[in-house]
């Protein structure tokens, strides 16, 4: 677990490539066949217009300012969804996922909702629901039409 080592900041458009690559390399953890990466590419590219648009978190560390994951919140049908939530492989599990999931849920908060969103890859869904979400169903990927998708609420 990590204490005062690392900081949440508001991510810069200039951040994009590294988020994008930290995305690319969080979801390939779970070791998804190569054709089926492809098929994920569009979803996991972040572009400055994105964090522009819609607020982007990142956490890093203090002393070498290295970046090891972040999460973007978007704005869809009046609604606030967890849009990305990334940790670098080598530091899943260290708590930084908890601690960018609770910095997303108070940054909702403060903007006025009182639940917050998400739809899950299937491999996060525990971690989801450890955070206290709850899951309301599923829905079918845009990208792989077999494939399910978790959705939770958490309230906050």
Sequence with gaps: MYDDDVRIRPAKPEDAEELA??????????????????????????????????PTYLIEHEETEKIAGFYALQKKDGRWWIEHLWVVPD???TGLGSKLFLHACEITETMGAEELYITSDPNAEEFYVHMGAERLGERESPKVPERRLPILRIKL
């Design 21 to 54: 690559d930290i995305a690319w390399r969080s979801k390939s953890y779970w070791d998804y066949p190569p054709e089926m990466m492809e098929l994920f590419r569009g979803q996991l590219t972040i572009k400055q217009d994105f964090i522009e648009r819609n």
């Design 91 to 93: 530091e899943i599990g």
